[in-house]
């Protein structure tokens, strides 16, 4: 089940799990997809978005926090439209930036952003059911419990692929 292969193969076969991601009523152009790939040590994920807010002035391009939440839904209320998301996820209790949830952030460029990294925080199974959100802020990796990184204002659930 876990692939011990080089990244390139990884990243052309199927991923484990993803998670599509749909902006809030205020950010409903936001789209994309976070693809999980377990690994035989780690997790490499793989994000791509498009519709992101943008801002041309020079040292203000846009920087988005990004997590995976406990919670389970993409729902919330009218404050808070992804409040159902839950906070960071967070199975060990550790202090902020240490969550199991807490990922690089998103940088924006002309409203696109790509990552991808590989963590040993999690396991592709231990987060299926999760919702993976995208903040309006970056994270500052230090403010409790969550690192400042402000509006949630996209979100997705983390859902296995069949193959």
């Known amino acids: 089940m876990k692939n011990c292969t080089d990244l390139s193969s990884v990243l052309n076969g199927d991923p484990t799990a993803e998670a599509v991601i749909h902006?809030?009523?205020?950010?409903?152009?936001?789209?994309?997809?976070?693809?999980?790939?377990?690994?035989?040590?780690?997790?490499?994920?793989?994000a791509e978005m498009t519709g992101l807010p943008t801002n041309c002035q020079a040292c203000k391009q846009p920087i988005f926090g990004f997590h995976i939440h406990s919670g389970a839904e993409c729902c919330g209320n009218s404050t808070d439209p992804f409040a159902n998301a839950g906070g960071h996820y967070n199975p060990n209790n550790c202090m902020h930036p240490y969550h199991a949830g807490d990922m690089p952030p998103l940088f924006g460029v002309k409203g696109k952003a790509v990552l991808i990294f590989l963590t040993d925080r999690f396991s592709v199974s231990e987060i299926l059911g999760k919702a993976v959100i995208i903040h309006g802020s970056p994270d500052d990796f230090t403010t409790q419990p969550s690192g400042n990184a402000g509006e949630k204002i996209a979100c997705g659930i983390v859902k296995a692929v069949c193959r």
């Open 23 to 46: 902006g809030s009523s205020s950010y409903p152009n936001i789209s994309g997809t976070v693809k999980f790939y377990q690994l035989c040590n780690g997790v490499v994920v793989y």
